[in-house]
């Protein structure tokens, strides 16, 4: 059970062994409850589980440099990091002091900036940040408080002492992580939890929330997560928190500010927004007054911040003292401001800027890191002992032109924690870790959470460990002292006048408008999918072939001057187009689909995606986009909220189903082979309505049947009556639970005069007049279904306007 | 001599589209310099249904901001004011400090610095339109021989640039990087004053940009000279010059900013004190027409006759 070290190693903290052969007394009882040398296979069992969690429910980490794709599955070690309770207690009121201090640098260098004036700290720090934001000079935010969220990341030197390493006050990452690193070790170790007596971390979060939700007064409070959307690195997180927490996912565009108040714009309107809890980059929030190239932001958010009419967590501006050059600051301005001693030490720092500094770090390169300033100086941390001979030169020179833009800090050997060597053996293995440690800071006080994320490089002697480069999660786990009751560590529920009971669950616009295209897009790659199909089957009936790819183009189910044989083979057309706009519809409301129903849309763009290299036959890869389609609408039907956002997404199905209908009914009545069995019966394989023709009519399929079928069997689902009658009872139910008036519907399906099925029937000028008539009337219903389409969107999606510009002269 | 001039900048947005909601910040109320003195002056918003707010930005620029909540095809924004220019005091160029110095002043030695330190360290680094890069410590190579003054040194960089660079209205934009303009040569006056500042700052010397107004019809000894600048504002530069302070430099027209130079902002660079920026919801395509007049009004013609008469039109109509 022992980790071999290397002498290097030596050097470094081993958090498990203590060094004269035992192990830690913190881990004993974690071991001797994992009853490893009873069941080997405990490990295995436990890794397997643990996996099977992750993917189950689907958290993934971005990796932009991935060549595998977007997606990685988080990597989480099922054995925990323990920490005793005593030194949990340093780290705790460590972590809440700087929390408390970096607040108050936050308020004086956006206020009257006296560390400034006097000579504490150098103006390079802040001035030549990009993150520090001049528009936010002179703000001061709801109750002075810039940071609501900290983070800060720890290592544990050789010397046993826990180092600060990094402080995280921008938009701290990870809190999510260590909930759903949680939630899957309680599956995977259900008792050794409890009998551990491990302190639980629910209660952060439940601190976070009532902190949200206590900006609103007397009104129903209504807090949100802004998120940069699907694409950045932690989107699952965003999801995830949101989803926890309660509170909506917005992107930018999905609020919108009005005089000096911000507004989520949902579907029934728009709602007053009191908190946003941001996970983007402040510089990116306001496009009016930061970044004016950012598309992600709010136009007008400073605004409202400066009236004091929304709160922001955290404060604009507050990425500014994410710089490594101010830990060696802190010290003195601890002091300054709060009047107190720092009692975590910071990683020995230098910042370059000062005459004495650069000298002795020059001549002490080789046990120090050189890292950037400012983030926008994009390069990695440099070891100076790697830099040898003309390198080491050329560096000098780097730092002697520039020096304000570079720290060195000590190189710290990371401590090493215990990971399991492999699936098949109770071995361990040791790797470098660090910890990340969260704070909410309220306005009655700071509370820690009680556990965090700790990170674990894929090698023992790694010095630096990053979820980007690969490596692993841990969960940590604080045992509580022996005479605390771990009671009161839940959710405290906020409080305020308003009712716990009032719904809180509001829809933004956009999310609506992209299920409700996700509804349509699904059902049109399917009508493309079998139209195309049936057409490929019916190529050996010459009667059938020619009208059928007629049909096949005015449909748009293959391009005007494109053949249904090479549909598969154009990228960029028809049902290939159809399922990357299925896609991206998926990906923008992909917090409010399963999870199954997310790898369901996947796997179709995989395969539509692998299958122009396919040797396979085109009829195959129909059937099989067929089959996954039809997943996707069980998968809504049995995985999703029955709520406006599902509403919605039937609705839009249902258009979208009734239009091919009315459409194909128009294409076969203006068709000159309309009357023919074998276009008819082609025509009802395409509805998917051949079986229960044959159940309703004997004899050979005849026109007038078929649109008798077609236009008002009222329990088939394909039938133009049944698809109407849904509508209408979505709307109804829209109307009711939005209380608002009922969107009008689309007509009634034209009726048959007496006869006119004979009519219908027969060839000449009397079929052809009559066939005209109806598709005419047919064409009619296709109109108002698109206005219905029309008046949707711009009654429940007509508040978004992606389409913002900035302007300047 | 004093000047008094009249200016009346008119900004005109046409959208092919409704747009359905838009905010704008203005920096378009001149500040107030020791050099000169606002008589009057008056922004008129069109549509007229819109609300405004009057602040100052961080820099101490007078800004407002608009919001339009109703449907607009149009928005016209029409500043004017009068305005008179004080000539500024002479300086002897050789009695500036070092440049060497200049920069070495803003070491960070753990004192207190002074107060008019503190302010132009505001200006000594990277912002969004400025650079700090070697290529332009060396492309300033020749204006900084070792121990001059750094007026000395700031006139020559705005000769230079004044010399070296083409003056080429439509072939940079606001996003042209100041990396290209120096690769380039070519520019307007935004381009000019960015690139003089990245030199300056290159070296660690504080630096900022001044937008503004110039009179480019300047009738001198020798007959009519024309300053160049844009038909829109124009923009120059300010170089913080101990013991004097911050003294003002139009790389573009080679010249000091005198009494033909009228400041409305300034800040880190152009980013800071655009005339007008924007966001709008909608709108589609957009034409854009900027006009400025500067009219001195000591030199009286038919025009600025018929400038007052509009004037007093638009008064009445309001």
């Given at each position: 059970?022992?980790?071999?070290?290397?002498?290097?190693?030596?050097?470094?903290?081993?958090?498990?062994?203590?060094?004269?052969?035992?192990?830690?007394?913190?881990?004993?009882?974690?071991?001797?409850?994992?009853?490893?040398?009873?069941?080997?296979?405990?490990?295995?069992?436990?890794?397997?589980?643990?996996?099977?969690?992750?993917?189950?429910?689907?958290?993934?980490?971005?990796?932009?440099?991935?060549?595998?794709?977007?997606?990685?599955?988080?990597?989480?070690?099922?054995?925990?990091?323990?920490?005793?309770?005593?030194?949990?207690?340093?780290?705790?009121?460590?972590?809440?002091?700087?929390?408390?201090?970096?607040?108050?640098?936050?308020?004086?260098?956006?206020?009257?900036?006296?560390?400034?004036?006097?000579?504490?700290?150098?103006?390079?720090?802040?001035?030549?940040?990009?993150?520090?934001?001049?528009?936010?000079?002179?703000?001061?935010?709801?109750?002075?408080?810039?940071?609501?969220?900290?983070?800060?990341?720890?290592?544990?030197?050789?010397?046993?002492?826990?180092?600060?390493?990094?402080?995280?006050?921008?938009?701290?990452?990870?809190?999510?992580?260590?909930?759903?690193?949680?939630?899957?070790?309680?599956?995977?170790?259900?008792?050794?939890?409890?009998?551990?007596?491990?302190?639980?971390?629910?209660?952060?979060?439940?601190?976070?929330?009532?902190?949200?939700?206590?900006?609103?007064?007397?009104?129903?409070?209504?807090?949100?997560?802004?998120?940069?959307?699907?694409?950045?690195?932690?989107?699952?997180?965003?999801?995830?928190?949101?989803?926890?927490?309660?509170?909506?996912?917005?992107?930018?565009?999905?609020?919108?500010?009005?005089?000096?108040?911000?507004?989520?714009?949902?579907?029934?309107?728009?709602?007053?927004?009191?908190?946003?809890?941001?996970?983007?980059?402040?510089?990116?929030?306001?496009?009016?007054?930061?970044?004016?190239?950012?598309?992600?932001?709010?136009?007008?958010?400073?605004?409202?911040?400066?009236?004091?009419?929304?709160?922001?967590?955290?404060?604009?501006?507050?990425?500014?003292?994410?710089?490594?050059?101010?830990?060696?600051?802190?010290?003195?301005?601890?002091?300054?401001?709060?009047?107190?001693?720092?009692?975590?030490?910071?990683?020995?720092?230098w910042w370059l800027g000062?005459k004495?500094a650069l000298e002795y770090v020059l001549s002490n390169l080789d046990r120090l890191v050189i890292k950037p300033t400012y983030?926008?100086q994009r390069f990695e941390p440099m070891f100076g002992r790697d830099f040898t001979g003309v390198r080491r030169d050329e560096l000098i020179e780097r730092l002697r032109n520039r020096p304000y833009a570079y720290v060195a800090q000590e190189h710290?050997?990371?401590?090493?924690?215990?990971?399991?060597?492999?699936?098949?053996?109770?071995?361990?293995?040791?790797?470098?870790?660090?910890?990340?440690?969260?704070?909410?800071?309220?306005?009655?006080?700071?509370?820690?959470?009680?556990?965090?994320?700790?990170?674990?490089?894929?090698?023992?002697?790694?010095d630096v460990?990053?979820?980007?480069?690969?490596?692993?999660?841990?969960?940590?786990?604080?045992?509580?002292?022996?005479?605390?009751?771990?009671?009161?560590?839940?959710?405290?529920?906020?409080?305020?006048?308003?009712?716990?009971?009032?719904?809180?669950?509001?829809?933004?616009?956009?999310?609506?408008?992209?299920?409700?295209?996700?509804?349509?897009?699904?059902?049109?790659?399917?009508?493309?999918?079998?139209?195309?199909?049936?057409?490929?089957?019916?190529?050996?009936?010459?009667?059938?072939?020619?009208?059928?790819?007629?049909?096949?183009?005015?449909?748009?189910?293959?391009?005007?001057?494109?053949?249904?044989?090479?549909?598969?083979?154009?990228?960029?057309?028809?049902?290939?187009?159809?399922?990357?706009?299925?896609?991206?519809?998926?990906?923008?409301?992909?917090?409010?689909?399963?999870?199954?129903?997310?790898?369901?849309?996947?796997?179709?763009?995989?395969?539509?995606?692998?299958?122009?290299?396919?040797?396979?036959?085109?009829?195959?890869?129909?059937?099989?986009?067929?089959?996954?389609?039809?997943?996707?609408?069980?998968?809504?039907?049995?995985?999703?909220?029955?709520?406006?956002?599902?509403?919605?997404?039937?609705?839009?199905?249902?258009?979208?189903?009734?239009?091919?209908?009315?459409?194909?009914?128009?294409?076969?009545?203006?068709?000159?082979?309309?009357?023919?069995?074998?276009?008819?019966?082609?025509?009802?394989?395409?509805?998917?309505?051949?079986?229960?023709?044959?159940?309703?009519?004997?004899?050979?399929?005849?026109?007038?049947?078929?649109?008798?079928?077609?236009?008002?069997?009222?329990?088939?689902?394909?039938?133009?009556?049944?698809?109407?009658?849904?509508?209408?009872?979505?709307?109804?139910?829209?109307?009711?639970?939005?209380?608002?008036?009922?969107?009008?519907?689309?007509?009634?399906?034209?009726?048959?005069?007496?006869?006119?099925?004979?009519?219908?029937?027969?060839?000449?000028?009397?079929?052809?007049?009559?066939?005209?008539?109806?598709?005419?009337?047919?064409?009619?219903?296709?109109?108002?279904?698109?206005?219905?389409?029309?008046?949707?969107?711009?009654?429940?999606?007509?508040?978004?306007?992606?389409?913002?510009?900035?302007?300047?002269? | 001599?004093?000047?008094?001039?009249?200016?009346?900048?008119?900004?005109?947005?046409?959208?092919?589209?409704?747009?359905?909601?838009?905010?704008?910040?203005?920096?378009?109320?001149?500040?107030?310099?020791?050099?000169?003195?606002?008589?009057?002056?008056?922004?008129?918003?069109?549509?007229?249904?819109?609300?405004?707010?009057?602040?100052?930005?961080?820099?101490?620029?007078?800004?407002?901001?608009?919001?339009?909540?109703?449907?607009?095809?149009?928005?016209?924004?029409?500043?004017?004011?009068?305005?008179?220019?004080?000539?500024?005091?002479?300086?002897?160029?050789?009695?500036?400090?070092?440049?060497?110095?200049?920069?070495?002043?803003?070491?960070?030695?753990?004192?207190?610095?002074?107060?008019?330190?503190?302010?132009?360290?505001?200006?000594?680094?990277?912002?969004?339109?400025?650079r700090l890069k070697q290529s332009f410590t060396d492309y300033?190579h020749?204006?900084?021989?070792?121990?001059?003054?750094?007026?000395?040194?700031?006139?020559?960089?705005?000769?230079?640039?004044?010399?070296?660079?083409?003056?080429?209205?439509?072939?940079?934009?606001?996003?042209?990087?100041?990396t290209?303009?120096?690769?380039?040569?070519?520019?307007?006056?935004?381009?000019?004053?960015?690139?003089?500042?990245?030199?300056?700052?290159s070296r660690?010397?504080?630096?900022?940009?001044?937008?503004?107004?110039?009179?480019?019809?300047?009738?001198?000894?020798?007959?009519?000279?024309?300053?160049?600048?844009?038909?829109?504002?124009?923009?120059?530069?300010?170089?913080?010059?101990?013991?004097?302070?911050?003294?003002?430099?139009?790389?573009?027209?080679?010249?000091?900013?005198?009494?033909?130079?009228?400041?409305?902002?300034?800040?880190?660079?152009?980013?800071?004190?655009?005339?007008?920026?924007?966001?709008?919801?909608?709108?589609?395509?957009?034409?854009?027409?900027?006009?400025?007049?500067?009219?001195?009004?000591?030199?009286?013609?038919?025009?600025?006759?018929?400038?007052?008469?509009?004037?007093?039109?638009?008064?009445?109509?309001?």
């Amino acid at each position: 059970m022992r980790a071999v070290l290397e002498p290097d190693d030596l050097r470094r903290y081993d958090e498990l062994n203590d060094g004269q052969g035992g192990m830690r007394p913190h881990w004993r009882e974690l071991f001797s409850r994992l009853r490893l040398h009873e069941s080997p296979d405990a490990v295995r069992r436990s890794l397997e589980l643990t996996r099977r969690l992750i993917v189950e429910n689907g958290v993934t980490y971005n990796v932009y440099a991935d060549p595998q794709g977007a997606d990685r599955p988080w990597a989480l070690d099922p054995l925990p990091f323990v920490l005793p309770a005593t030194e949990w207690q340093t780290i705790e009121a460590g972590v809440a002091q700087r929390a408390r201090l970096l607040n108050a640098l936050l308020a004086d260098l956006y206020g009257p900036q006296r560390l400034l004036a006097e000579g504490h700290i150098p103006a390079e720090l802040p001035f030549g940040h990009p993150n520090y934001l001049w528009p936010c000079h002179g703000l001061r935010p709801v109750d002075g408080q810039w940071l609501h969220v900290y983070a800060a990341d720890l290592a544990r030197a050789p010397d046993g002492r826990w180092w600060l390493l990094a402080d995280r006050t921008q938009a701290p990452s990870g809190a999510g992580y260590a909930l759903e690193n949680r939630e899957i070790l309680e599956q995977v170790h259900p008792e050794t939890i409890p009998e551990l007596s491990v302190r639980r971390t629910r209660g952060f979060f439940g601190a976070l929330r009532s902190l949200m939700l206590g900006y609103a007064g007397d009104e129903a409070p209504l807090a949100v997560i802004l998120t940069p959307g699907p694409y950045n690195e932690t989107y699952f997180e965003h999801a995830y928190l949101a989803r926890q927490l309660g509170m909506p996912l917005v992107e930018g565009h999905d609020l919108t500010v009005r005089g000096d108040t911000v507004f989520l714009k949902t579907l029934g309107g728009l709602r007053r927004v009191h908190a946003i809890l941001r996970r983007l980059d402040d510089d990116f929030c306001d496009p009016l007054e930061l970044r004016g190239d950012s598309a992600l932001g709010i136009p007008g958010l400073l605004g409202s911040l400066r009236a004091g009419r929304v709160v922001l967590s955290n404060a604009l501006g507050t990425g500014v003292i994410e710089s490594a050059a101010w830990l060696g600051f802190l010290p003195p301005i601890s002091e300054r401001l709060i009047g107190e001693r720092l009692l975590l030490p910071e990683v020995a720092t230098w910042w370059l800027g000062e005459k004495p500094a650069l000298e002795y770090v020059l001549s002490n390169l080789d046990r120090l890191v050189i890292k950037p300033t400012y983030p926008n100086q994009r390069f990695e941390p440099m070891f100076g002992r790697d830099f040898t001979g003309v390198r080491r030169d050329e560096l000098i020179e780097r730092l002697r032109n520039r020096p304000y833009a570079y720290v060195a800090q000590e190189h710290v050997r990371l401590s090493q924690a215990p990971v399991w060597k492999s699936a098949s053996s109770s071995e361990l293995d040791a790797r470098a870790l660090t910890i990340r440690v969260y704070a909410v800071v309220t306005p009655a006080g700071v509370q820690v959470m009680p556990g965090g994320l700790a990170r674990v490089a894929n090698e023992a002697a790694a010095d630096v460990v990053s979820t980007q480069r690969g490596g692993g999660a841990k969960d940590i786990w604080v045992l509580a002292p022996e005479a605390r009751q771990d009671a009161g560590e839940e959710f405290p529920m906020p409080t305020g006048k308003w009712s716990a009971n009032q719904r809180q669950d509001y829809i933004p616009s956009r999310l609506v408008e992209n299920l409700y295209w996700l509804g349509r897009y699904t059902v049109r790659c399917e009508n493309n999918a079998r139209l195309l199909l049936r057409t490929l089957a019916g190529r050996s009936d010459a009667r059938v072939w020619a009208h059928a790819r007629q049909t096949c183009r005015d449909l748009g189910a293959v391009a005007p001057d494109g053949d249904v044989l090479d549909a598969l083979r154009t990228g960029d057309q028809g049902l290939h187009a159809d399922v990357k706009h299925l896609a991206w519809c998926a990906a923008q409301s992909r917090n409010r689909l399963s999870a199954r129903y997310w790898r369901g849309v996947v796997g179709l763009q995989r395969q539509m995606q692998e299958a122009p290299a396919t040797r396979g036959s085109s009829r195959e890869i129909y059937e099989r986009a067929l089959l996954s389609l039809a997943a996707l609408t069980g998968f809504s039907e049995e995985d999703m909220m029955h709520d406006e956002g599902w509403r919605v997404m039937r609705l839009g199905r249902r258009i979208e189903r009734l239009q091919f209908i009315a459409r194909i009914l128009v294409s076969q009545l203006t068709s000159r082979h309309a009357t023919r069995p074998e276009t008819v019966e082609w025509l009802l394989d395409v509805c998917d309505s051949t079986p229960i023709y044959r159940a309703r009519y004997i004899g050979a399929p005849r026109l007038s049947q078929m649109l008798n079928l077609l236009l008002y069997d009222d329990g088939h689902p394909m039938a133009l009556v049944f698809l109407r009658r849904s509508i209408d009872r979505d709307l109804d139910d829209l109307a009711r639970s939005l209380q608002g008036e009922r969107e009008r519907g689309v007509p009634d399906v034209p009726m048959l005069p007496q006869g006119a099925a004979e009519r219908l029937d027969a060839a000449g000028p009397v079929g052809e007049g009559e066939r005209a008539g109806l598709a005419r009337e047919l064409g009619e219903l296709l109109d108002k279904s698109g206005e219905l389409s029309d008046r949707l969107s711009r009654r429940y999606f007509a508040l978004i306007d992606s389409d913002a510009q900035a302007l300047a002269t | 001599m004093k000047r008094k001039y009249r200016i009346r900048h008119e900004t005109r947005y046409t959208y092919a589209a409704d747009v359905v909601h838009s905010h704008h910040l203005l920096h378009l109320v001149p500040r107030p310099a020791p050099y000169q003195e606002c008589l009057e002056h008056d922004i008129e918003i069109c549509p007229e249904n819109h609300r405004r707010v009057n602040e100052f930005d961080a820099f101490g620029n007078p800004l407002v901001r608009v919001e339009l909540a109703q449907p607009h095809r149009e928005l016209a924004v029409v500043s004017r004011m009068e305005i008179e220019v004080h000539p500024r005091p002479a300086v002897n160029a050789d009695t500036t400090e070092a440049w060497e110095k200049v920069g070495e002043e803003f070491a960070y030695r753990g004192a207190w610095p002074s107060r008019d330190q503190l302010d132009a360290a505001r200006f000594r680094h990277e912002s969004p339109h400025v650079r700090l890069k070697q290529s332009f410590t060396d492309y300033a190579h020749d204006c900084f021989a070792a121990g001059q003054p750094i007026l000395v040194c700031a006139e020559r960089l705005t000769e230079k640039l004044h010399k070296e660079i083409v003056y080429a209205p439509g072939e940079t934009t606001i996003s042209t990087p100041v990396t290209e303009v120096l690769e380039k040569r070519r520019g307007v006056c935004q381009d000019f004053a960015h690139l003089m500042i990245s030199c300056l700052r290159s070296r660690g010397l504080p630096a900022r940009y001044v937008s503004g107004y110039l009179r480019t019809n300047v009738a001198s000894a020798g007959g009519e000279k024309k300053l160049v600048g844009d038909a829109a504002s124009h923009a120059w530069v300010a170089v913080w010059s101990p013991p004097y302070g911050w003294i003002e430099f139009d790389p573009t027209n080679g010249c000091f900013a005198g009494t033909d130079h009228v400041a409305v902002a300034w800040g880190r660079d152009f980013g800071d004190v655009s005339p007008l920026r924007g966001v709008i919801l909608g709108g589609a395509e957009h034409q854009l027409s900027v006009t400025v007049r500067v009219e001195p009004v000591d030199e009286t013609s038919v025009e600025s006759a018929m400038a007052a008469r509009s004037l007093s039109t638009s008064a009445e109509r309001r």
